[in-house]
């Protein structure tokens, strides 16, 4: 018998991490970690930040 539990890491966590990937140019993963946030402030932080990293990258 196999015991499977579904763990959800909490927003704040998963935000870190999005941070992290945009840190490092990683902005594809930062999109997928950011839309697993529930929360919607946190979540658009996020959006807020990648999308700041968008528009850096094309005004170089």
């Known amino acids: 018998m196999v015991a499977e539990r579904k763990i959800k890491p909490n927003d704040e966590k998963l935000e870190e991490i999005a941070a992290k990937f945009l840190k490092i140019g990683q902005i ?9 946030i529930s929360e919607k402030k946190r979540a658009s932080r ?3 930040k990648i999308a700041l990293v968008y528009a850096k990258r094309a005004v170089l």
Do not use: N, Q, R
Request: hydrophobic share 60%; no cysteine.
């Open 28 to 36: 594809e993963e930062a999109l997928t970690v950011g839309a697993i």
């Open 46 to 48: 996020i959006f807020e």
